[in-house]
């Protein structure tokens, strides 16, 4: 039983890792348009980052650049 857990705790993190380790290319116009909903304050950052699967690092670099 301790056994199944591990393997299954170990399939799980590698499918966390494979996931964290996709890149993806982001048009400048997506990304203006991800940065500006942010800045509408329609959507909290948090929030945000989660629905289009950015981390909140990137939000802010796109932010800062932007403005």
Do not use: H
């Amino acid at each position: 039983m301790f056994i199944k857990k591990i393997e299954l705790f170990l399939m799980k993190s590698d499918n966390r890792q494979e996931a964290k380790m996709t890149k993806r290319e982001w048009t400048e116009e997506q990304k203006f348009k991800i940065v500006l909903e942010g800045l509408r304050s329609e959507t909290p950052v948090v929030k945000l980052c989660e629905k289009y699967e950015i981390s909140q690092k990137q939000y802010y670099k796109w932010r800062d650049i932007l403005l």
